[in-house]
């Protein structure tokens, strides 16, 4: 049905009314007057909004031909650089912002460039849509998203030797990485979040009318691709792109040749003096975390360097004096013994009290939206009237077409039990110490916390995978005990869970996205099993890539400390052994931490939206405490390039800040490639730019030392 055919229908409804109106309303002229200004102002704003109606005349392909062999060609061309991409900012900071605009943008790119090429030579046979775009974004997301969910940088590598090493808990339990039951392990987790929210698209998506802003953003992106104006505008964007993912690359290659041996090269250099480097306040020229920060929003920025500040600055120079007496002072720096269990422990506390509070924010928005939806539902629906707002064109057609396509309910429970029962039987071979009825308590729970996390995203963006991870480590650590392999089995757990929620979310997300751009559901879920498959082996063999060729690899003060790892561990140590491990005054310390992050958030909240978005982040401001605020200060200046951008110039910042963001991390996070390789051939850089020199170091610790 076309829009024009709505109107006629309409307007004798709306005459039929008005004469019941006229027998039993004195109010007949001012409800008829407000009917004609309503239908007016609906018409407007349908003729300004309508998004549907610039695609009415391009034909929707089925879904068959919107999974194309060049969509997943160019699909697993993008996910190898973003699970790069992905592996870095997990094994350095753990702070990973969305890539779903880049996706779409090169996405739209490659293909826009291939069909060209096939056009000219007289081979093109279908041209590129907005479907195929979508499929593409979802594929590459799903597949880069296995690099996060995977636990490359948290729970999985939390089990080597070497991490376990600097717990000083290897005696524990410990399995090293290894590139077979990686695979292994993921292909037997990482598809059961598929099928588990698959029955609940269209009660998410047309019922609840969930908003799933970072998939809504992403479906306007890909729209406004697709149109004459939005075509120039992402081939302009494309263009800013390239030239700083070259110059970002290139910068990459350029800092190699100066780091021949140990602190070495520009990210070595004491940019505030001798006495902030040592306390890691410097600024390290990496051109991902400008980037990261040009992406970030604001306020995480500040956080992260009010925590390195806080931290940093103030806390660890002060318990530094307390050396022999709260701590021996005979232990090594990194040792959990000494310092370094403050600064583990107390961003652990951080982390948790945040993710405890968001946790039963989320828990209670959704409690309380779905029983607004319920209570919808059950009440008797009021007769059809003129004054009822009238469903708009997009939301007319985008339903029909998310409705067309159905995936049956019984393939998804049946997909869920088939995977479920197989995971059940393989997982306690892969690891002693889970048992299998640890993983069937997990599978049964497993879709309600699902369920639970794609409706918050859906309402907040939020996913809070981590937190439900977390969540298996204390309660399977627990259950299993310190003298069973609580710790391990704590930590698989996490790795099961985590895995569920998270590419649930994802799911819903892309139906969101689908819904918006006419893509098939069905396109969506074989796209993002196909991206889930990518990301089961390419994320695998980038983390091999890098544990081969970095032997430092989880080491504090290397290139790729890893720092998130140390965490999980750690919180696998405190569910199976409890709080007795600690020094003096870390567990009052972890309390008044735990109950600060909290109440930075109820105070946050508090505020609303006007003051609130100037509180600091406890999440965000946790990271420095263990890792040190260098990386804060390169996200600082991306924050502040965008800001002198955005005053100079705010539209040209608008349109292109992303893209030269997305150019600077692309770039910088390709160069790893290269470097791993070179380092796996044994070819050592050639020069090595010291700025500090062993003298200087030992001058500088015994300044330290006498100054404190």
């Known amino acids: 049905m076309r829009r024009g055919d709505l109107t006629p229908d309409r307007d004798r409804q709306i005459e039929e009314h008005?004469?019941?109106?006229?027998?039993?309303?004195?109010?007949?002229?001012?409800?008829?007057?407000?009917?004609?200004?309503?239908?007016?102002?609906?018409e407007e704003e349908e003729e300004e909004e309508c998004v549907e109606g610039i695609f009415?005349?391009?034909?929707?392909?089925?879904?068959?031909?919107?999974?194309?062999?060049?969509?997943?060609?160019?699909?697993?061309?993008?996910?190898?650089?973003?699970?790069?991409?992905?592996?870095?900012?997990?094994?350095?900071?753990?702070?990973?912002?969305?890539?779903?605009?880049?996706?779409?943008?090169?996405?739209?790119?490659?293909?826009?460039?291939?069909?060209k090429m096939l056009h000219k030579s007289g081979l093109l046979n279908q041209?590129?849509?907005?479907?195929?775009?979508?499929?593409?974004?979802?594929?590459?997301?799903?597949?880069?998203?296995i690099a996060f969910s995977g636990g490359f940088g948290t729970y999985l590598f939390a089990m080597s030797d070497r991490i376990a090493k600097q717990s000083g808990d290897a005696a524990r339990g410990v399995k090293d990485p290894s590139l077979g039951w990686i695979i292994a392990f993921l292909f037997v987790v990482s598809?059961?979040?598929?099928?588990?929210?698959?029955?609940?698209?269209?009660?998410?998506?047309?019922?609840?009318?969930?908003?799933?802003?970072?998939?809504?953003?992403?479906?306007?992106?890909?729209n406004s691709f697709h149109t004459p104006q939005g075509a120039k505008l992402a081939k302009e964007q494309v263009r800013v792109l390239g030239k700083f993912f070259s110059l970002s690359f290139l910068w990459g290659f350029f800092q190699w040749f100066f780091t021949a041996g140990e602190n070495c090269g520009f990210s070595s250099f004491p940019t505030f003096g001798l006495r902030a480097y040592q306390y890691k306040f410097y600024f390290d020229f990496s051109a991902t975390y400008v980037g990261v920060g040009m992406i970030c929003p604001y306020i995480i920025n500040i956080s992260l360097l009010l925590g390195g500040i806080l931290s940093w600055g103030l806390m660890w120079p002060l318990i530094e004096t307390r050396k022999g007496d709260w701590f021996p002072s005979n232990v090594d720096s990194s040792s959990m013994n000494g310092l370094q269990a403050y600064k583990v422990f107390i961003a652990v506390a951080m982390i948790l009290g945040d993710g405890l509070y968001n946790f039963c924010k989320v828990l209670s928005r959704t409690i309380s939206g779905l029983s607004k939806q319920i209570r919808g539902r059950t009440?008797?629906?009021?007769?059809?009237?003129?004054?009822?707002?009238?469903?708009?064109?997009?939301?007319?057609?985008?339903?029909?077409?998310?409705?067309?396509?159905?995936?049956?309910?019984?393939?998804?429970?049946?997909?869920?039990?088939?995977?479920?029962?197989?995971?059940?039987?393989?997982?306690?071979?892969?690891?002693?110490?889970?048992?299998?009825?640890?993983?069937?308590?997990?599978?049964?729970?497993?879709?309600?916390?699902?369920?639970?996390n794609a409706y918050g995203a859906g309402l907040t963006d939020w996913s809070l995978a981590s937190t439900y991870g977390k969540l298996a480590i204390f309660t399977i650590g627990a259950w299993a005990g310190s003298d069973h392999g609580g710790l391990l089995a704590g930590l698989a757990a996490c790795g099961v869970m985590m895995n569920i929620v998270s590419t649930a979310s994802d799911l819903t997300q892309d139906f969101k996205t689908g819904y918006l751009t006419l893509s098939s559901p069905r396109a969506m879920f074989v796209s993002q099993v196909i991206g889930t498959a990518m990301g089961c082996l390419v994320s695998p063999c980038v983390f091999w890539?890098?544990?081969?060729?970095?032997?430092?690899?989880?080491?504090?003060?290397?290139?790729?400390?890893?720092?998130?790892?140390?965490?999980?561990?750690?919180?696998?140590?405190?569910?199976?052994?409890?709080?007795?491990?600690?020094?003096?005054?870390?567990?009052?310390?972890?309390?008044?931490?735990?109950?600060?992050?909290?109440?930075?958030?109820v105070v946050k909240d508090g505020l609303g939206n006007r003051w609130g978005r100037f509180i600091p982040l406890p999440m965000a401001m946790a990271i420095p405490f263990f890792l040190g605020p260098y990386f804060a200060i390169d996200m600082c200046v991306g924050s502040l390039v965008l800001f002198?951008?955005?005053?100079?110039?705010?539209?040209?910042?608008?349109?292109?800040a992303t893209a030269v963001a997305s150019g600077l991390i692309c770039g910088d996070g390709i160069w790893t490639l290269p470097s791993s390789v070179l380092a796996i051939a044994g070819v050592q850089p050639p020069i090595c730019m010291k700025f500090l020199s062993s003298a200087t170091n030992h001058r500088v610790d015994k300044f330290l030392q006498g100054s404190s």
């Open 18 to 42: 008005e004469l019941q109106e006229t027998r039993f309303s004195p109010e007949t002229e001012n409800v008829r007057q407000y009917q004609r200004e309503q239908q007016e102002d609906d």
């Open 56 to 115: 009415e005349s391009r034909e929707v392909p089925s879904w068959k031909k919107q999974l194309t062999i060049r969509a997943f060609a160019v699909s697993f061309a993008l996910s190898i650089l973003f699970s790069f991409i992905v592996m870095k900012l997990n094994l350095t900071t753990g702070i990973i912002p969305s890539l779903n605009v880049s996706a779409g943008l090169l996405g739209f790119f490659f293909v826009k460039t291939w069909t």
């Open 127 to 145: 041209p590129f849509t907005r479907q195929e775009n979508t499929v593409i974004q979802t594929c590459v997301v799903a597949s880069s998203g």
């Open 191 to 222: 598809f059961l979040g598929l099928f588990s929210v698959v029955p609940l698209r269209k009660i998410m998506i047309i019922d609840f009318k969930l908003t799933y802003p970072s998939g809504t953003a992403t479906a306007h992106l890909i």
């Open 379 to 452: 009440s008797e629906e009021p007769p059809a009237s003129p004054l009822t707002p009238r469903i708009s064109y997009d939301d007319q057609r985008r339903t029909r077409f998310f409705l067309k396509d159905q995936i049956p309910s019984w393939f998804a429970g049946g997909g869920y039990v088939v995977i479920a029962a197989v995971s059940t039987a393989i997982l306690p071979q892969m690891f002693d110490q889970l048992r299998w009825y640890y993983i069937l308590v997990i599978y049964v729970f497993a879709p309600v916390l699902a369920f639970c």
């Open 545 to 601: 890539l890098f544990y081969k060729a970095f032997d430092d690899l989880g080491l504090p003060k290397s290139e790729y400390p890893a720092p998130f790892a140390t965490v999980y561990r750690s919180m696998a140590k405190l569910g199976v052994e409890g709080v007795s491990s600690l020094p003096r005054d870390c567990l009052v310390l972890c309390y008044g931490f735990f109950g600060v992050a909290i109440l930075i958030n």
């Open 644 to 656: 002198v951008w955005e005053r100079l110039d705010a539209a040209k910042a608008e349109a292109f």
